[in-house]
């Protein structure tokens, strides 16, 4: 049973490139979420999608956009990339929507340099 | 601004000392999880805790939600070097489905 999955592991950008991050949610879960990890910080929550919609944002500028596919698979886009936007962008999937105590698992995340 | 704030930042022990890492927010969460970080890794969930007062142990490590669910905090026994990593707790609330929003973190060190 694979767990979440991300790719690429690593990669490096540009000041004002874009980049797109993808991630496959563990096995029977059905909701993705996005979280932004600066060096040396706690996980900043950026967006989640739930049957194919954006549900919920954290305070992340529109340059950060998102997608989710029926397989529940999901895409992370960053359009005019900052030096800023530098940092480990971690996946995490979960079953519903709701439900306290749901087990939300991450997958071992991608890091983004920007030059 | 971090609505939880974790305590210590960072904390280095010699190998057999205990240690209590805090979790603090002045916000009231559904449910409370801690997880431990390895460098270049994502976060690996080590507990979850639902009940206010819920006391639960794993091995070495016991972890306490408050009474009125805004703290919590994690006790680990007899501290290992494979103890070494970021511990992070994350709170979600019952309004805001599976979205966490994370303390900062404490960086542990273990020395043998």
């Known amino acids: 049973d694979a767990g979440v999955t991300q790719s690429p592991t690593h990669l490096i950008k540009t000041r004002g490139q874009q980049v797109t991050l993808r991630c496959s949610p563990k096995?029977?879960?059905?909701?993705v979420s996005w979280y932004q990890q600066a060096l040396g910080q706690g996980p900043q929550f950026i967006f989640q999608?739930?049957?194919?919609?954006e549900r919920q944002r954290g305070n992340f500028p529109d340059r950060f956009s998102g997608h989710q596919f029926p397989n529940y698979s999901s895409e992370l886009n960053v359009n005019a990339l900052l030096l800023g936007d530098s940092a480990l962008y971690l996946c995490?999937?979960?079953?519903?929507?709701w439900g306290s105590g749901n087990t939300i698992y991450f997958g071992e995340g991608s890091w983004l340099t920007v030059v | 601004t971090q609505l939880l704030e974790q305590s210590p930042q960072f904390l280095s022990i010699q190998e057999g000392e205990n240690l209590t890492v805090y979790c603090n927010s002045s916000?009231?969460?559904?449910?409370l999880q801690w997880y431990r970080q390895e460098p270049g890794e994502g976060p690996v969930l080590l507990v979850t805790?639902?009940?206010?007062?819920e006391v639960k142990k794993l091995k070495r490590l016991t972890f306490q939600f408050g009474d009125a669910r805004k703290d919590s905090s994690l006790h680990i026994t007899a501290a290992q070097p494979g103890d070494t990593g970021l511990y992070l707790c994350?709170?979600?609330?019952?309004?805001?489905?599976?979205?966490?929003?994370f303390g900062g973190g404490t960086r542990l060190m273990v020395k043998p």
């Open positions: 999608y739930y049957e194919e919609e």
């Open positions: 916000s009231v969460f559904s449910s």
């Open positions: 995490a999937s979960s079953r519903g929507l």
């Open positions: 805790v639902v009940t206010g007062g």
């Open positions: 096995s029977g879960h059905d909701t």
């Open positions: 994350a709170g979600a609330r019952g309004n805001a489905g599976n979205m966490l929003t």
